[in-house]
């Protein structure tokens, strides 16, 4: 059964402490993983996408890798506005499957 | 580009009541995806249309709810009659492109909240 799983549940950071977060995966055949932000009250709003193993994305203060089993999105120096929701989602056949979510706050 | 709509925002009824969800994609953007999101399971996929066809239904939870796409730019879900436990936050979302050995990202629309008393 193909199951997507985050850690941690939530992460409080000062401003400007680094950290990661991780999205391990086991599904048939991924056809790509997602990384979204969702903010309270909004939709989820897309990041990057990776498509194969050793594929990495930037932007701004975010980072996304990926390898066989996991997916990790660093955040680099954040600041009070990367506090959201973060979502990662596998693609398989059709369908996309996201995982529980990794809440961060970042406090000045 | 006015993203993803849908309406109402808002919505609370009372159980036993019919329901009715609407959403517009995103122009050129022939897959259309709904979603409903709680705080016990997470984002979950109702449904899902390409080309206007309906593929995957497995994730409608009942009879009671159905979906319709009747053109490229319009879809509906009803959920008749509507109970407690489907208040929830309910997503729709659209991608450019069906099926290949890559897939592009989902784009979501701000949800409708529902409230069932």
């Known amino acids: 059964e193909d199951q997507v799983t985050q850690s941690p549940e939530a992460l409080r950071l000062q401003e400007g402490e680094s950290s990661s977060l991780n999205c391990s995966y086991t599904?048939?055949?991924?056809?790509?993983l997602f990384w979204y932000r969702q903010d309270p009250g909004k939709g989820p709003e897309f990041l990057f996408t990776l498509y194969s193993a050793g594929e990495e994305k930037e932007k701004e203060r975010l980072k996304a890798t990926l390898t066989k089993k996991e997916s990790f999105l660093h955040i680099t120096a954040p600041k009070p506005e990367d506090s959201a929701t973060y979502l990662c989602?596998?693609?398989?056949?059709?369908?996309?499957?996201f995982g529980a979510g990794t809440q961060v706050v970042v406090t000045p | 580009d006015a993203g993803v709509i849908q309406s109402p925002r808002h919505e609370v009824t009372e159980m036993g009541q019919e329901v009715t969800l609407r959403c517009k994609p995103i122009?050129?953007?022939?897959?259309l995806f709904w979603y409903r999101q709680t705080m016990m399971r997470g984002l979950e996929l109702l449904i899902y249309?390409?080309?206007?066809?309906?593929?995957?239904d497995s994730g409608m939870p009942e009879d009671r709810f159905s979906a319709k796409m009747p053109n490229a730019s319009f879809s509906t879900l009803k959920i008749q009659p509507s109970e407690p436990r489907d208040s929830a936050v309910y997503f729709c979302?659209?991608?450019?492109?069906?099926?290949?050995?890559?897939?592009?990202?989902?784009?979501f629309g701000p949800g409708t909240r529902l409230t069932v008393l």
């Open positions: 989602a596998v693609q398989t056949w059709g369908k996309l499957q």
């Open positions: 979302a659209s991608r450019k492109g069906t099926s290949g050995s890559s897939y592009n990202e989902q784009f």
């Open positions: 599904v048939s055949g991924l056809r790509g």
């Open positions: 122009s050129g953007h022939n897959s």
């Open positions: 249309f390409n080309n206007n066809v309906p593929i995957d």
